[in-house]
Every structure is written in structure tokens, then in C-alpha cells.
């Protein structure tokens, strides 16, 4: 069963989002460290969110990642979904009722990701995490 293992955040004013999330909650946030395009990371003032440990709870535990980034466009806030064969669930979509939205691309040393539409038009992202 796949579980949600990243989250991310866009923002209007990245410095106003990191200062709300971290008074409000106390979220460590700071520029992203994923090796990533400099021009591309820039623009989009990409910033990685720290929650802390991840804990076990009732619900099966917490996740203790996430990214902020300057929006784009209107996008909504995306859970990632961790699987283990990205290709498999991708091919699955559209005889879902799905619509993949961004196609499978690398990032390098963290894994392959795509963005699906599920049959309500939801946005969710895919994760297959790079092999360490």
C-alpha cells in the first residue's frame, strides 16, 4: 500500500509563507540542498521544509518532509505518494479515468516524479525515491 511522503507548497510570497509555517508551527525551512538546475531552484525559490522526526502514531506514523516554492501557476498543495514502480502506476492512469499532468521526469539522487489528475480532476504526485 502506498503511503503520502512529501508534500509541497506553493506560495505567492515564499518569505511571508516560510515566516507564517514557521511561526505557526514551527517548520525548520531553508533553500533546498536537492541538486537541481541553479536557474530553475532560483526562479522558483525553492526551499525545503524540516518537521522534525517522523513519529509512529495511531494513524501509522508522519511525514517529515516537505517543499515551499514560489507559485506558478494555481497549483494546488501536492502530496507525493511513495511507490514502487512509478512506470506501472503511470500506465494505470487513464484506463482509471485519470489524466497524467506532468510526465515522468528525473531528479537526480532523489528519484523519478510525475504529477497525476485522479478521476475528479485532484492533483496528486508519484514518487519512485532513486536507489541509495
Known amino acids: ?10 506560495a505567492d510570497n515564499v ?21 537541481i538546475d541553479p536557474a530553475k531552484a532560483a526562479s522558483m525559490q525553492y526551499h525545503d521544509i524540516i518537521l522534525g522526526e517522523p513519529q509512529q502514531g495511531a494513524m ?6 516537505g517543499g515551499l516554492y514560489k507559485r506558478q501557476m494555481t497549483e494546488p498543495i501536492i502530496n ?4 514502487d514502480d ?7 492512469v487513464v484506463k482509471l479515468g485519470g489524466k497524467i499532468a506532468v510526465p515522468k521526469m528525473e531528479i537526480k539522487s532523489v528519484g523519478y516524479t510525475a ?3 485522479d ?7 508519484i514518487w519512485k525515491p532513486a536507489m541509495p
Open 119 to 125: 478521476s475528479e480532476g485532484n492533483a496528486i504526485g
Open 1 to 10: 500500500m502506498a503511503n503520502i511522503a512529501y508534500f509541497e507548497i506553493p
Open 15 to 35: 518569505d511571508r509563507a516560510k515566516h507564517f509555517y514557521h511561526a505557526l508551527l514551527g517548520w525548520k525551512i531553508e533553500p533546498t540542498k536537492t541538486p
Open 60 to 65: 501509522g506514523g508522519t511525514l517529515n518532509m
Open 80 to 83: 507525493y505518494v511513495m511507490v
Open 86 to 92: 512509478i512506470d506501472k502506476v503511470l500506465a494505470k
Open 115 to 117: 504529477i497525476i489528475q
